[in-house]
């Protein structure tokens, strides 16, 4: 059995064990952090799987680094207006998959930099909310050959800096020591999941909440001009993911065990 196979595994056992354990049970007392570069970003990727843990009991939040100011066409549109619209899709989006809060670092779009100034507000903010589980976009992904594009520049600043931030940063108490005097304690992630749109080794099944996943994204109105496109894409590809073990529909992730 290869490893790929062995990992896929270890999500359906991962997901039996839910089953007999309860579902509301085992999520309950669970603490997801999505961080995202842009408002839609975490939408995107890994929504479904957000929504579906939320409904069996952990509590989500998002953290979104840019203020997604330059994605329109629109040529009346302005940075300042555009930053506003993005944030209130975002906001409505979350209200849909049921997140407790979404922080907005607003960075400006296209110039995210992985330094320690972005570094220090992502480990502000696992250290604040506390996650057993971060999600984010591998840091990794330059680009796809197979479905033509580039990875924008500010995923990967964003993916890179929060891997960062959950090690060894978030950790240690002598990394930015100001957040103990705010009375925030070190801590520690247990995994990752990092979304890389041609590797996955962890599938989560999200038949149940495809369509809360559809409806969140269906916020972004700024973003899409035809939104039929997007959602037809964003089944099918969910289906393509979702064949690889069985499931009508999921989200795939690189899983990071940091034990
Ligand atoms: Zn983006």
Redesign the pocket.
């Known amino acids: 059995m290869g490893l790929q196979t062995s990992i896929l595994t270890e999500g359906r056992k991962r997901d039996k064990l839910r089953m007999i354990f309860g579902i509301i049970q085992s999520m309950k007392n669970r603490v997801i952090l999505a961080i995202g ?2 408002p ?2 975490t939408d995107f990727g890994a929504s479904g799987t957000i929504a579906k843990w939320v409904e069996e009991g952990a509590t989500a939040y998002y953290l979104i680094c840019t203020d997604g100011s330059r994605g329109s066409k629109d040529p009346k549109m302005t940075h300042q207006k555009l930053a506003l619209i993005r944030r209130k899709e975002q906001e409505e989006a979350a209200e849909v998959l049921g997140i407790k809060k979404v922080f907005f670092l607003d960075h400006a779009d296209t110039q995210l930099v992985v330094d320690n100034v972005l570094k220090e507000q992502i480990v502000r903010i696992i250290r604040k909310v506390r996650p057993n589980t971060v999600i984010t976009m591998d840091p990794t992904f330059y680009y796809s050959q197979k479905f033509g594009f580039i990875n ?1 520049t ?2 990967r600043a964003a993916g890179l800096a929060t891997l960062d931030a959950c090690f060894p940063l978030s950790r240690d108490r002598l990394t930015f020591p100001q957040h103990e005097k705010e009375g925030l304690k070190p801590h520690k992630v247990e995994e990752l999941l990092l979304v890389n749109l041609e590797k996955a080794d962890f599938l989560v099944d999200i038949t149940t909440t495809i369509d809360k996943k559809i409806k969140a994204l269906a916020c972004h109105k700024s973003q899409f001009d035809d939104f039929k496109k997007i959602e037809k894409m964003i089944r099918t590809r969910s289906k393509m993911q979702g064949k690889k073990v069985g499931y009508k529909f999921a989200e795939s992730f690189l899983r990071l065990n940091l034990p």
């Open positions: 570069a842009h839609d970003d924008h500010d995923h």
